[in-house]
């Protein structure tokens, strides 16, 4: 044996097993003597009671689904519905030589090889004696043809139901999601009692995040059966509790607006109202039609969609990342307001570079002649660099990092859809924690100009530009603006969506950033003049205009044929009007070249659109 | 010396515990008919289950002991490795259980459930016992980290299957008495803290337990519907085949789970003791086996791998007439399922070759 500090003994070993095998056995006995008490309690002395019950119960109970709520716009647009449907479905169990049968439907249904593949699939994946669905949705003809030929196919057959539908397609897929047949890992997150009779279940947007209003209570219904197990009556009937309608703040009409004037380029198109949060325009082009998903998408359509290069399953204004390049100039100058770092009127010269001091790297202005003296306003008018990367380097990246936070840049807004993405607002401490590297003091001038690491989400582009816009007021951006029915709601508290608002030293520094936004598109060198020309109200933006990749220094950006996909981003923010805002926006192109030739003129026909429609008489401009 | 004699000897098969566990699934087989409404293909895909088990237990019975006590740690490992695979890449229905292996699905805590005692047991017979507490701490540590991340998956059922046939080779070891009360208590205290942590289906279970009115779509439904048809079967039962619960289909999943409410239904008390002499059987023998092996690993194997037998019996048992929760656990050799029975039969092919390695010292 091994050098143990006791000695074993055999012996002792062996009596200790014996002894613990004989309690064990005894255990067992007692265990063994309930559960035959229990039997003799079931089966000898209760037997005539449950003889009874057991003759009496011709009664099965089949549950009911409840039918989803339906899902409204702002303006009373039908967003989601749900339109009668017939389903083929199996029962694998009770169909006897399911392969032949299937090859005799195939033929009679034209079925496709990949619809079969999924079905057998399914058929793999099923509990026992489930209903498995072969094909969704048929078609009256192939309804008929079924129903005539039904006697050769034993197991199979035609269940109605309802079936989700998505008038809107393309244009809301991106808010509302949709939903798809129940997959097992969602099992695990739902009451499965109240779901015995639901198929569907909302995979993602809309649909997801509000499945407990909108799926309702599941009902049942108390059949009798004869001794086959058919049904003969029914017996008592609790209806299902209908799903909850939801309203939400999407405005379909602006929606649709924007959706034209991205006019087939990808990007990200986020209106909201500042005062409440309500998103009145969420728009990520290209899109896909959510209807597909519903009765399980086809692997072809699929792969298509999924391998894509304009990659339309992609949801850009919840967690497309993009530099936001100039459109952060606003809130860099507030920082500098805020720090004391710099005076409205103070005048910094802009020869056209920056370099850090004893270095030689040229910092490029995107004004090779440069900007001459510019104060803040101009800076932001002309969105002149060099301002900002001497602002930056004079505030240094911890508190530009810290103003910038405050207007939840970087950091998830809370929206009511799930899956947003964080982004991210680089930091020293980011940096060393993630990449193990020190900042260098570059860095910091480079995200002065919103470049370099910095990322933000066309949502965050667009809840900061709400802060800004209602002067500190922080409303977290969201859809649901009521719940209609379904279980007892209590109506939403606007308050709920208010978080700790942004409180400034000076609330003067507002206004001087803000007037300058106003020089974007009504000063008479604002980058975004000609998108303000001729607007029904006054109203402030940032152009912002975000390289892809790192230009050679020295080297004009401009004359460099550049591929498609590395050309600028072209970016947008706006709000209007600009005494106490009703609207703000934040548009990303991606690859669109340039924020105010591009992007700013999309943000106008917004605003135009939203108010063309309740005040007509275009305010003359005065700017 | 000598080897075991004659002709099942050298084979490696002992054969009154092969003899009563055909009797066994024989038994379940016939049940099964009824209970998938005379479905030859759901008997037939049994069938072959079964043949693939037997073939797997007759193949783990020419492992000798020490072989498998040398390898078995290296298996135990692997098993963990996987269970966290199964974290992160695992596949299946109601929770992430399996891994998809391309040719075959797997599901790595089945392999926890020999894993863990046969570990446990190698690990203790190399030291004296009763075990040392620090001994007890490795023993304790080898059986918590596997179920924990069953737990996790989440299989309550499964993570308290393995956890206890873990602690079932502690137990005959010879831990104290005082240890054993102690854990118990520490158990007891912990409980409302294991409410907390369930999932809110697990909670639903447990209470529909103590009210089945309440819930008569789910659970509870489960548990009206098979004592309805355990309590009309009476003392001689409706008779095979002829079970009115059962072909009207309101016993739910009866061809797996709820397969003992389908038997109790059709053969009645008298048909339950029957069930209960045949299983006494094997465990008789995989007692005798226990008791008759020679070294330490095989006896705390061969007596854990029983009392784990026993225990999966008295749980679907007692979960079929209303005395415990619905967790999924089937009833060994009789309900209709691949997995667990193959894992089952492998642990009678352990005890087997436990019972025919032993060594003889000359005596003829």
């Given amino acids: ?623 | 010396m000598d080897r075991a004699e004659g002709l099942w000897g050298r084979l490696h098969i002992d054969a009154s515990l092969v003899g009563s566990v055909m009797v066994m699934c024989l038994l379940g087989t016939v049940v099964l008919y009824s209970a998938s409404e005379q479905s030859s293909e759901v008997v037939v895909k049994q069938l072959i289950r079964l043949g693939i088990g037997f073939v797997a237990m007759l193949g783990v019975a020419q492992i000798s002991p020490r072989t498998l006590s040398r390898w078995v740690p290296v298996i135990y490992l692997l098993g963990l490795v996987l269970l966290v695979m199964v974290m992160f890449v695992g596949t299946g229905r109601g929770a992430q259980r399996w891994l998809d292996l391309g040719f075959v699905r797997f599901q790595p805590s089945e392999l926890m459930k020999l894993a863990v005692p046969l570990t446990v047991a190698a690990f203790l017979s190399e030291k004296v016992l009763p075990p040392q507490p620090s001994t007890i701490a490795v023993s304790v540590l080898l059986v918590l980290v596997p179920a924990a991340l069953i737990v996790k998956q989440p299989d309550l059922g499964t993570a308290i299957l393995v956890a206890s046939s873990g602690i079932f080779v502690l137990y005959f070891a010879g831990i104290s008495w005082r240890f054993m009360r102690n854990s118990a208590l520490l158990g007891l205290a912990a409980a409302p803290l294991a409410w907390f942590a369930m999932h809110d289906y697990q909670r639903r279970r447990v209470l529909t337990l103590f009210n089945p009115e309440q819930d008569p779509l789910g659970a509870g439904y489960h548990i009206i519907q098979s004592t309805i048809a355990v309590g009309s079967g009476g003392i001689y039962g409706k008779g095979w085949l002829n079970g009115t619960q059962s072909h009207l289909e309101f016993i739910p999943e009866r061809a797996t789970d709820f397969i003992f409410a389908v038997y109790c239904e059709e053969f009645g008390l008298v048909g339950v003791v029957v069930l209960l002499i045949a299983y006494a059987l094997i465990i008789a023998r995989g007692i005798r086996i226990a008791v008759e092996a020679q070294e330490m690993f095989g006896r705390l194997v061969a007596s854990a791998l029983t009392l784990t037998f026993f225990i999966y019996i008295v749980v679907n048992m007692g979960m079929v007439t209303g005395q415990l929760p619905v967790v999924g656990v089937p009833l060994p050799l009789v309900s209709y399922g691949g997995t667990s029975l193959v894992t089952i039969l492998i642990g009678f092919g352990i005890l087997m070759s436990i019972q025919t390695h032993r060594i003889f010292h000359a005596q003829s």
């Avoid at chain 1, 604002?526 to 109200?537: F, H, I, K, N, Q």
């Fill in chain 1, 1 to 623: 044996m091994k050098s143990l500090p006791t000695l074993r003994n055999v012996d002792t070993e062996r009596r200790l097993f014996q002894t613990r095998v004989i309690v064990a056995c005894a255990f067992m006995g007692v265990l063994v003597c309930v559960i035959l008490g229990r039997l003799v309690f079931l089966q000898v002395i209760n037997h005539g009671h449950f003889t009874t019950l057991s003759h009496e119960n011709r009664l099965k109970i089949v549950p009911l689904s409840p039918p989803r709520g339906v899902i409204y716009s702002g303006d009373g647009v039908v967003l989601a519905e749900n339109r009668p449907s017939f389903d083929l479905v199996v029962v694998p169990e009770n169909a006897p030589e399911i392969d032949a049968t299937l090859r005799e439907l195939a033929s009679l249904l034209s079925l496709r090889e990949e619809e079969l593949e999924r079905f057998s699939r399914q058929v793999r994946h099923s509990r026992r004696f489930e209903h498995v669905t072969l094909r969704s949705d048929l078609t009256p003809e192939e309804l008929a043809i079924f129903s005539v030929n039904r006697f050769r196919f034993p197991g199979f057959f035609v269940e109605a139901g309802l079936s989700r539908h998505y008038p809107l397609a393309e244009a809301t897929a991106h808010v509302i999601g949709y939903v798809a047949r129940i997959s097992q890992p969602d099992l695990d997150s739902i009451d499965q009692a109240n779901y015995s009779a639901t198929t569907h279940i909302g995979k993602t947007g809309i649909e997801k995040s509000r499945e407990e209003s909108l799926h309702g209570q599941v009902g049942y219904q108390k059949v009798e059966v004869n001794a086959q197990g058919r049904i003969l009556r029914v017996v008592e009937r609790t209806a299902p509790i209908p799903g909850a309608d939801l309203h939400l703040t999407l405005n379909v009409g602006m929606q649709t607006t924007a959706i034209e004037a991205m006019a087939g380029r990808k990007g990200a198109v986020i209106a909201i109202d500042p005062a409440t949060g309500g998103i009145l325009v969420f728009a990520s082009t290209p899109s896909y039609d959510p209807n597909a998903f519903v009765n399980g998408i086809g692997r072809t359509l699929y792969r298509s969609w999924s391998t894509s290069a304009e990659r339309p399953l992609f949801n850009r204004a919840l967690q497309g990342q993009y530099p936001p390049g100039s459109t952060v100039k606003p809130f860099v100058a507030l920082a500098g307001l805020e720090f004391g770092t710099r005076q409205a009127d103070q005048q910094t010269w802009c020869p056209g570079w920056y370099s850090l001091p004893g270095t030689t790297h040229r910092y490029r202005d995107w004004l090779k002649r440069g900007h001459g003296h510019v104060d803040l306003e101009h800076s932001l008018a002309q969105s002149c660099d060099v301002y900002y990367y001497k602002l930056a380097e004079e505030l240094g990246i911890e508190r530009l990092h810290q103003m910038l936070a405050r207007f939840g840049l970087g950091q998830i807004t809370g929206v009511d859809v799930p899956g947003e993405g964080a982004a991210l607002l680089p930091s020293p401490e980011w940096k060393r924690r993630t990449r193990n590297l020190p900042w260098y003091p570059g860095e910091t001038l480079i995200a002065g100009i919103g470049q370099g690491f910095m990322l933000t989400t066309p949502l965050q582009l667009a809840y900061a530009t709400s802060i800004l816009a209602t002067r500190g007021e922080a409303m977290v951006p969201h859809f649901l603006a009521q719940i209609e029915g379904g279980e007892e709601q209590p109506p939403i508290q606007a308050d709920i969506y208010r978080r700790a608002s942004v409180d400034l030293d000076d609330d003067k520094h507002w206004d001087i950033v803000i007037a300058g936004m106003h020089a974007v598109v009504h000063g008479a060198t604002g980058t975004a003049r000609a998108s303000g020309a001729g607007s029904p109200v006054l109203f402030a933006g940032k152009t912002g205009t975000a390289q892809v990749y790192g230009v050679a220094q020295d080297v004009d950006a401009k004359t460099q044929e550049v591929p498609d996909h590395l050309k600028d981003h072209a970016l947008f923010i706006a709000f209007a009007p600009l005494d106490m805002p009703r609207i703000a926006i934040a548009v990303v192109v991606e690859n669109g070249g340039g924020g105010s030739s591009v992007a700013a003129p999309i943000a106008r026909r917004l605003i135009d659109e939203f108010f063309a429609e309740d005040e007509p008489d275009p305010v003359s401009s005065d700017g």
